[in-house]
């Protein structure tokens, strides 16, 4: 399974990937370079600026921070993880090939979240959940530790993505019907 993160910088594909570690081996590639940590089955993530890296298969893409969206909209993969507080990747994915994931502060939102302190963030599935192996994932609220210096986006994707892989660790195995 790969994960495509498409962002101009490293800060969304660093935290999704060591995030990851804690339950899957993760190789990550980038541009400069290759490298892989974890244990568990392997997940090949990918950074890249460009939405052309997408191709045709089953990926998880997960938009970050750049402008120009458009050339991924026909592209066919399993789902997109996107910002919905993110007027271009919203108006972009809007007439989208594939399922979209949104991640924002409303109960519309996918994945949202109910609170937020310095120490800890509740996140929400606003709605039932298909993960890519089948498995359903029922609509729950999870407090999760949360540093306010890390965006709340990264954390909610992080979450998205782990779920959609069929995350096994403590946290989120009760979550799987």
């Known amino acids: 399974m790969d994960v495509a993160v498409i962002d101009d910088g490293e800060e969304l594909f660093s935290y999704i990937a060591d995030g990851l570690e804690k339950s899957f081996y993760v190789r990550r590639f980038t541009k400069s370079g290759l490298w892989a940590s974890g244990e568990g089955r392997t997940v090949n993530m990918v950074l890249s600026n460009e939405p052309d890296i997408l191709v045709n298969g089953s990926r998880i893409a997960v938009l970050g921070g750049i402008s120009d969206y458009k050339r991924m909209r026909h592209r066919v993969f399993s789902c997109c993880i996107a910002d919905s507080t993110s007027d271009i990747q919203m108006d972009t994915l809007l007439c989208s090939d594939f399922p979209v994931i949104t991640c924002g502060c409303s109960a519309m939102d996918t994945f949202s979240y109910t609170s937020v302190t310095d ?47 069929d995350d096994d660790n403590q946290e989120y195995s009760k979550m799987y019907s």
């Open 119 to 165: 120490d800890f963030l509740t996140i929400s599935l606003n709605r039932r959940l298909v993960t890519l192996s089948g498995r359903v994932v029922q609509p729950f609220e999870l407090p999760r530790p949360f540093r306010s210096d890390k965006k709340i986006y990264n954390v909610l994707a992080l979450t998205a993505v782990s779920l959609l892989l």
